[in-house]
């Protein structure tokens, strides 16, 4: 089964990056489309961006649209999401997600969660 683990999440000031990275340590998600949701307080989960399972292949959701790019290292089994001028908006828990489908945006397409990873983006 597949374990996701997030990392790089902290604390940065509006206008700065942060690189979130999301690595399966059970190198099961080869063959899966992987993907980046968030969760603000209140709110429910929104999808951010996905790539296919070859990387060839990228969709986003319109707010990060233009600032964030999501990539995925195959041999490293790693997926990444970089974000840059971030806005007091983008604060939310981000977790990483793998789906047997070839690129959804939807949450429940979706099979395996890693346990999120805080961001916060002060004004």
């Known amino acids: 089964q597949t374990q996701l683990v997030e990392s790089g999440g902290g604390l940065v000031q509006a206008g700065g990056s942060l690189r979130l990275s999301c690595i399966d340590s059970?190198?099961?998600?080869?063959?899966?489309?992987m993907g980046w949701f968030r969760q603000a307080p209140g709110k429910e989960r929104e999808f951010v961006a996905a790539t296919s399972w070859s990387g060839a292949d990228t969709v986003y959701a319109d707010s990060v649209k233009g600032r964030f790019t999501v990539s995925r290292d195959i041999p490293k089994n790693t997926l990444y999401l970089q974000m840059n001028r971030l806005k007091p908006e983008d604060t939310a828990v981000y977790f990483c997600?793998?789906?047997?489908?070839?690129?959804?945006?939807?949450?429940?397409?979706?099979?395996?969660w890693g346990q999120g990873t805080q961001v916060t983006v002060s004004s």
């Open positions: 997600a793998a789906s047997r489908l070839y690129l959804p945006s939807n949450r429940e397409s979706y099979n395996y």
């Open positions: 059970r190198r099961t998600s080869t063959s899966y489309a």
